[in-house]
């Protein structure tokens, strides 16, 4: 087990629906991320956040909003979805964000399997 | 900004027969991270290479980070059917801070 747990593992929604993904990490990590995985497209980072900071935003639409309340806590709060939003996502965490030479690994969690209706 | 390719999108082999993913950036990179995700799993962390020319081993597996710094390869000698999986190289910026994931490879190993 990596320590990042993510509910729910299974999630079909309406385009008109409201509905949250939530991810929690227990390793004690500062940094957090929210990514998204489908099968045309590698790894796309979303949103990051260090010390619960957000930190980074890759032209993310406004149907996504990140929140992290604590450093072990992350969400992402979906509404008015298209069909094309359907993917797994997936959260990770790292010990820091920013570093030298060396970056952080990443600890994923099993992801959330999204599909918009 | 910065590209991460990575080749072979998917690569068919026996049981036995050996295996490479090539990772190329567009830019230089401070260092390199590999990661391993099976079927209906997660990516899971194998190894990071920050010195240029770099060569780390895990059992049968072979990581190199190239000379320049932009390139990376993961070597399998004799794949066995635990190989299976999608195996991503992930670059950092010149800050280390950011990564940005290759499309990955999908290794299929036959019994």
């Known amino acids: 087990e990596t320590g990042v747990t993510q509910t729910p593992r299974h999630l079909v929604m309406g385009m008109t629906n409201k509905k949250s993904l939530k991810c929690e990490q227990h390793?004690?990590?500062?940094?957090m991320y929210w990514y998204k995985q489908s099968a045309k497209k590698p790894l796309e980072l979303m949103f990051v956040y260090s010390l619960e900071e957000r930190v980074e935003n890759n032209s993310v639409p406004s149907r996504f909003s990140p929140e992290c309340p604590n450093s072990s806590h992350l969400f992402l709060h979906l509404h008015t979805l298209q069909p094309e939003d359907s993917a797994l996502y997936l959260c990770?965490?790292?010990?820091?964000?920013?570093?030298?030479?060396?970056?952080?690994?990443?600890?994923f969690g099993p992801g959330t399997r999204l599909t918009v209706t | 900004g910065q590209q991460v390719m990575q080749i072979p999108q998917y690569q068919h082999v026996q049981e036995g027969e050996d295996f490479t993913t090539y990772c190329n950036s567009s830019t230089t990179l401070s260092n390199i991270q590999w990661y391993k995700q099976r079927p209906g799993g997660h990516p899971v962390f194998l190894i990071q290479l920050v010195k240029s020319g770099e060569v780390k081993k895990q059992k049968r597996l072979t990581f190199q980070f190239g000379e320049a710094k932009k390139n990376s390869s993961l070597h399998i000698t004799a794949t066995q059917t635990t190989d299976v999986g999608t195996y991503f190289c992930?670059?950092?910026?010149?800050?280390?801070?950011?990564?940005?994931f290759g499309g990955g490879t999908r290794l299929m190993v036959k019994p």
């Open positions: 992930a670059g950092a910026n010149n800050a280390g801070n950011m990564l940005t």
């Open positions: 390793l004690g990590h500062n940094a």
């Open positions: 990770a965490s790292s010990q820091e964000f920013i570093a030298q030479a060396n970056s952080y690994e990443q600890y």
